[in-house]
């Protein structure tokens, strides 16, 4: 086996190890109420910074997965500009996030679920390929894109199920 082929085995565990921490940060966020997006940002292996949703609970529209795990890396190294990190998240995602972590020079964006609402690496715009962007980072979708995109799923059947009981209810 080539070097160039253990090494890209290797990424791909890591990132599917990676993937996981976030997604069970995405459970939390369920747990809470919230929707379930999970994100860690890594250095080096290390995770130095973790968010999960939380919008609603702190009644602030920035509190994304995202935004949250780079808050945290970003004071973890001291320091907002976080190059040769990754962000694995467990969705695609959105604009506010992309300028977010373009802004931050994140290296390489690892996502799960694609996002056909609002998804800015490709699903509904492709961010990543804007030239005028003086940043510009790797990314890499659909890791472990079943157990993603069924935390989500799960997640709004049981919230639609709960709108129709309280309708039937009333």
């Known amino acids: 086996m080539s070097y160039r082929v253990l090494l890209i085995l290797t990424m791909c565990i890591k990132d599917n190890d990676f993937m996981n921490e976030a997604i069970d940060l995405a459970k939390h966020a369920r747990e809470k109420g919230e929707v379930p997006v999970g994100a860690v940002v890594v250095k080096k292996n290390i995770v130095i910074g973790r968010g999960y949703n939380c919008p609603i609970t702190t009644d602030d529209p920035t509190a994304h997965a995202e935004i949250i795990a780079l808050r945290d890396a970003a004071h973890y ?19 506010m996030c992309m300028g977010a972590i373009f802004h931050a020079r994140v290296s390489r964006v690892v996502y799960g679920a694609k996002d056909f609402k609002t998804g800015a690496c490709g699903s509904v715009i492709n961010l990543t390929i804007e ?15 079943n157990k993603c995109s069924s935390l989500l799923k799960e997640f709004f059947i049981e919230k639609r199920n709960l709108t129709k009981k309280n309708i039937y209810e009333n």
């Open 77 to 95: 190294l001291g320091n907002y500009r976080l190059s040769e990190c990754s962000l694995y998240v467990t969705l695609e995602p959105c604009v």
């Open 131 to 145: 030239r005028r962007l003086n940043h510009h980072t790797q990314v890499i979708g659909k890791i472990l894109e």
